[in-house]
């Protein structure tokens, strides 16, 4: 069992930058991916970057491609999305995820533990 919990979400300027951090508790085997999605009033989830432990290949979503940045700390059990020239368009409620294996790193629908989602609101 794998618990997942989001923080570093808050208000920024057009511009500027964040970063959010997932901490994860349990252990995990073999192989999996872990995955940032967000979720605007109105919208429906989607995808913003993924990893995959052990190969370490990294997915972006076009929207935040040359933007965003995912990285892992083993040591710390911890996920990072680091948010560069953040727009407004990007303000959203922020999820960490994870799955086990591989297959469609894009869907949403195929992750299987999440956590409870920290708010980001880009300003103008």
């Known amino acids: 069992q794998v618990q997942l919990v989001e923080s570093g979400g808050g208000l920024v300027q057009a511009g500027g930058s964040l970063k959010l951090s997932c901490v994860v508790s349990?252990?995990?085997?073999?192989?999996?991916?872990m995955g940032w999605f967000r979720q605007s009033p109105g919208k429906e989830r989607e995808f913003v970057a993924a990893?995959?432990?052990?190969?370490?290949?990294?997915y972006y979503a076009d929207s935040v491609k040359g933007r965003f940045t995912i990285s892992g700390d083993d040591a710390k059990n911890t996920m990072y999305l680091q948010m560069n020239g953040l727009k407004p368009d990007d303000t959203a409620v922020y999820y960490c995820?994870?799955?086990?294996?591989?297959?469609?790193?894009?869907?949403?629908?195929?992750?299987?533990?999440w956590g409870q989602g920290t708010q980001v609101t880009v300003s103008s």
């Open positions: 995820a994870r799955k086990n294996g591989l297959g469609d790193y894009y869907d949403h629908n195929t992750y299987d533990q």
């Open positions: 349990g252990r995990t085997f073999g192989i999996y991916r």
């Open positions: 990893i995959t432990s052990t190969v370490g290949a990294t």
